[in-house]
T-cell receptor, first 116, second 111 residues
Framework: GAVVSQHPSRVICKSGTSVKIECRSL??????MFWYRQFPKKSLMLMAT?????????EQGVEKDKFLINHASLTLSTLTVTSAHPEDSSFYIC????????????FGPGTRLLVL | DAKTTQPPSMDCAEGRAANLPCNHS???????VYWYRQIHSQGPQYIIH???NNETNEMASLIITEDRKSSTLILPHATLRDTAVYYC????????????FGKGTSLLVTP
């Protein structure tokens, strides 16, 4: 089956630093990748849609200069949280869409970010 | 995407069938019913999807009413590892857009 990985799985950083999270589709090419964040006991909220080779589309209220998304290849998208603050602490999840036939989206295992 | 309504929580005894309902009374003719689940601290996992016919795979069965206004996800023999939040999502097939997760149903499978 389709596998999506994320790295790191867990990260702790100091306030003011930047953190990069990688999302990889391991056995398929993903024309589109999505980034979500999830706060405790809440549902997933879409942050942005990333298409390979083009700029990401951000949801309303998500700062594009703070959450930098790069989708440089068909198997890799990165999310960089710049100048992280404690309120950015959350569970970040990516998903990838193979883009063929009746395929659906496949999710990574998530990255737990804690900003001190 | 059509709106869905699910009970916030359900319990099920291990080994029994878990029947998770979902109402989607405003579903359009070209919208499919998708089910995902999220085990605690993991990414969501695709379970099954269907249009109007009942569907079955190795994980679950999906029963869609004839008028398509509601559906039921059935886990035939629930195990403790099935404890998760289950999301029913209605959308056009392979639309290319992100999935819109509602609040889902928190299923607790007990020994």
């Amino acid at each position: 089956g389709a596998v999506v990985s994320q790295h790191p799985s867990r990260v702790i950083c100091k306030s003011g630093t930047s953190v990069k999270i990688e999302c990889r589709s391991l056995d398929f090419q993903a024309t589109t990748m999505f980034w979500y964040r999830q706060f405790p006991k809440k549902s997933l909220m879409l942050m942005a849609t990333s298409n390979e080779g083009s700029k990401a589309t951000y949801e309303q209220g998500v700062e594009k200069d703070k959450f930098l998304i790069n989708h440089a290849s068909l198997t890799l998208s990165t999310l960089t949280v710049t100048s992280a603050h404690p309120e950015d602490s959350s569970f970040y999840i990516c998903s990838a869409r193979p883009g063929r036939g009746q395929e659906t989206q496949y999710f990574g295992p998530g990255t737990r970010l804690l900003v001190l | 995407d059509a709106k869905t309504t699910q009970p916030p929580s359900m319990d099920c005894a291990e080994g029994r069938a878990a029947n998770l309902p979902c109402n989607h009374s405003t579903i359009s003719g070209n919208e499919y019913v998708y089910w995902y689940r999220q085990i605690h601290s993991q990414g969501p996992q695709y379970i099954i999807h269907g249009l109007k016919n009942n569907e079955t795979n190795e994980m679950a069965s999906l029963i869609i009413t004839e008028d398509r206004k509601s559906s039921t996800l059935i886990l035939p023999h629930a195990t403790l590892r099935d404890t998760a939040v289950y999301y029913c999502i209605v959308r056009v097939l392979d639309s290319g857009y992100a999935l819109n997760f509602g609040k889902g149903t928190s299923l607790l499978v007990t020994p």
